[in-house]
């Protein structure tokens, strides 16, 4: 733990930051926060003389501070709670609708307060025409979770105005209308149904069309990651930016251009916490290659985790988040522990051992940090995760690079939904055919949740210990 403490600085610091932010989201008020927050920082000024217990003053001072953060938003939270009964109100559509069954959800801001709602509207032909920077007029009763369904009639759609939006906002409802567009482009590529929601969710992040079956099958067969966009998506498109934009002589300039063109892609996808964090982890990533470090660290993605969790401390609650951070501290910690297993003038002597090897070790480090939290969530363990990444992330780096050709010569659109209509079939043969593809049942408790992750730390730790190389 002290290697991994010099390597990566901030690690230690961001996980108080998140027990912090754990120990103020069940405060009503944050007012003893900053009391105590006050008392810490003098603590940590006094004891300059005794390292070890002034470095637990500053912990303990970023705890409070995510503390601080945490509770103030929770205050504010309870403080804005809508009024019973119905409310007028005028809100913009700021997701792609997703037909249900009896009715079409979408997402939508608030033009006075911005805040965000899930809007479900009564399915009629009126509903199945709306679209994202659509204006309207509702009428309903919003629930303290922020849902509120919207009877027929209850609503109209006014003329088309952003009126009352911050510039951040209407600058994020042009990049989604722009995935509007290229949303339609797929769709005039001529693309069935369920290639339509692969190519829209792994490319777009859009995954309103996805049905609950398809879900299924890519949940079952372990390859839910490469629908939800992520460092593995970013991570792709920052290599094909790389060969297309790196030059020599011009390294900063281009450097500074792809991390432009990474955040109008996040831009581009709505903003989800997973890709944020990616996109932290690689603006770093770029900024620091430029010093001759070429490696992403622990330190950088504790950097993003501290941002993403500073503007918004409710995102440590999320699901994805969890399973997104988890993913990648597991991957650069656990990956070049078990690269080691193979000797590395064997691999450097074998190019095709040496790429599978590291795709192998990828896929096992990340679902060994993922697994006891999706058997938590979720309740189940994808047997034949190896045999699926094999085929599901070169058929997603595939996808990328193809859509982006796609888009510029749609006549290429034909390889392109074959790949994405061979790759719905060869998981479902997965996690349909193959024996015991998914193990049901398993929920274990949160302790017991927390044990696993106890356990496998230790064992980390011994290896580490063992190990004076990793």
């Known amino acids: 733990m002290n290697k991994l403490s010099q390597s990566a600085p901030l690690f230690v610091p961001a996980l108080a930051f998140m ?80 037909e249900k069954p009896k009715t079409v959800g979408m997402d939508v801001v608030t033009a006075d307060s911005g805040r965000r709602l899930k809007c479900y509207v009564a399915k009629d032909e009126r509903s199945l025409g709306l679209k994202v920077g659509d204006r309207l007029q509702l009428c309903s009763r919003i629930g303290g979770d922020g849902r509120t369904f919207v009877r027929a009639g209850r609503w109209q759609l006014l003329p088309d105005s952003w009126q009352g939006l911050s510039f951040w906002q209407q600058t994020r409802l042009r990049f989604l209308c722009y995935r509007h567009t290229l949303l339609e482009r797929y769709r005039q590529l001529g693309a069935e149904s369920e290639q339509y929601a692969v190519l829209a969710a792994m490319t777009l992040g859009d995954k309103s069309a996805m049905t609950k079956e398809l879900r299924e099958v890519y949940a079952v067969s372990g390859a839910s990651h490469v629908l939800a966009l992520s460092g593995l998506h970013l991570g792709i498109i920052y290599m094909l930016l790389s060969l297309l934009v790196v030059s020599r002589r011009f390294r900063a300039v281009s450097q500074v251009l792809i991390v432009f063109s990474i955040w109008a892609f996040a831009l581009l996808v709505g903003l989800p916490a997973s890709v944020v964090r990616s996109a932290l982890m690689i603006s ?135 790949v994405v209509g061979w790759l719905n079939r060869a998981l479902t043969f997965i996690a349909v055919s193959l024996p015991c593809a998914s193990i049901e049942g398993l929920h274990p408790s949160a302790v017991q949740t927390a044990m696993v992750y106890v356990v496998l730390v230790c064992v980390y730790l011994i290896v580490v210990r063992y190990d004076k190389s990793v």
Request: charge should be positive; proline fraction near 5%.
């Open 284 to 418: 770093t990533y770029a900024l620091l290659s430029l010093a001759g470090r070429g490696r992403m660290s622990v330190n950088a993605l504790s950097l993003a985790a501290f941002c993403i969790l500073l503007v918004s401390p409710d995102s440590l609650f999320d699901v994805g988040f969890q399973l997104s951070f988890l993913a990648m501290l597991s991957i650069l910690l656990l990956q070049p522990v078990l690269e080691k297993l193979i000797r590395r003038k064997f691999l450097f002597e074998h190019p095709v051992v040496r790429w599978l090897w590291g795709l192998t070790t990828v896929s096992v480090a990340a679902q060994v940090g993922v697994a006891p939290l999706i058997a938590y969530y979720f309740g189940r363990f994808s047997t034949w995760f190896l045999l699926t990444n094999f085929i599901a992330i070169p058929a997603a780096t595939l996808i990328l690079y193809l859509a982006l050709v796609a888009l510029l010569l749609p006549l290429t659109g034909t390889l392109l939904l074959w």
């Open 19 to 98: 027990a912090g932010i754990v120990a103020g989201h069940h405060l009503s008020a944050p007012v003893p926060w900053w009391c105590g927050l006050g008392v810490l920082l003098v603590a940590a000024l006094c004891l300059r003389r005794w390292p070890v217990a002034q470095s637990q003053a500053i912990l303990l001072c970023v705890a409070a501070i995510g503390g601080v953060r945490s509770s103030t938003v929770s205050w504010q939270q309870q403080r804005m709670r809508w009024p019973d009964g119905d409310v007028r109100y005028e809100a913009v559509i700021v997701s792609e609708p997703s």
